[in-house]
T-cell receptor, first 114, second 118 residues
Framework: GDSVTQMEGPVTLSEEAFLTINCTYT??????LFWYVQYPGEGLQLLLK?????DKGSNKGFEATYRKETTSFHLEKGSVQVSDSAVYFC?????????????FGQGTELSVKP | GAVVSQHPSRVICKSGTSVKIECRSL??????MFWYRQFPKKSLMLMAT?????????EQGVEKDKFLINHASLTLSTLTVTSAHPEDSSFYIC??????????????FGEGSWLTVV
């Protein structure tokens, strides 16, 4: 079945460091791909998305490119801030859409130190 | 502002009682909503798909008699945890999507509901 795999956390970085969180997926066909962020004690916020191969989603300095050939959607940011500390979830919406059903990766906790 | 709203945001109930969590789409009609459960420091697990006007579709391993889902209108789905036990304590999140598979769905999440069973 469809699945998402993320790199294990926690990831600890110093402020202004470069961030990469790896995400790979397994799906039949071409799913839509998402990154969500969850701050402590809060719900989910959509960070960025891509709906087809080679699309690049970007928001707040974060970027991810939909790579069909490697079935990946790695999240990157050039210079992280303390305020970026949160848990990041990669997710896919299966190709037949199914009304917005999402399958999530296990989440990667990011901690940014001053 | 929020386009999907959950209520209550936090609830404490006694073991053996039932508790209802509401999920409302505020600016659009949603024929389908989804309920997820999240354990501390874990990912979101899809529990069920809530279908307006028909029975919910439960994921494997989710007890349908324990987690009752009702989707009586195009803007409201409810999750009732029946005969709650401490192990049901968790963060429950709903989602709904606007648009269609042809125009492109936008998926919105509620703020989540913390359930503590004592």
């Amino acid at each position: 079945g469809d699945s998402v795999t993320q790199m294990e956390g926690p990831v600890t970085l110093s402020e202004e460091a470069f961030l990469t969180i790896n995400c790979t997926y397994t799906a039949t066909g071409y799913p839509s791909l998402f990154w969500y962020v969850q701050y402590p004690g809060e719900g989910l916020q959509l960070l960025l998305k891509a709906t087809k191969a080679d699309d690049k989603g970007s928001n707040k300095g974060f970027e991810a490119t939909y790579r069909k050939e490697t079935t990946s959607f790695h999240l990157e940011k050039g210079s992280v801030q303390v305020s970026d500390s949160a848990v990041y979830f990669c997710a896919l919406n299966p190709p037949r859409n199914q009304g917005g059903k999402l399958i999530f990766g296990q989440g990667t906790e990011l901690s940014v130190k001053p | 502002g929020a386009v999907v709203s959950q209520h209550p945001s936090r609830v404490i109930c006694k073991s053996g009682t039932s508790v209802k969590i509401e999920c409302r789409s505020l600016d659009f009609q949603a024929t389908t909503m989804f309920w997820y459960r999240q354990f501390p420091k874990k990912s979101l697990m899809l529990m069920a798909t809530s279908n307006e006007g028909s029975k919910a579709t439960y994921e494997q391993g989710v007890e349908k008699d324990k987690f009752l889902i009702n989707h009586a209108s195009l803007t409201l789905s409810t999750l009732t945890v029946t005969s709650a036990h401490p192990e049901d304590s968790s963060f429950y999140i709903c989602s709904a999507s606007s648009g269609s598979q042809y125009s492109g769905n936008t998926i919105y999440f509620g703020e989540g509901s913390w359930l503590t069973v004592v």
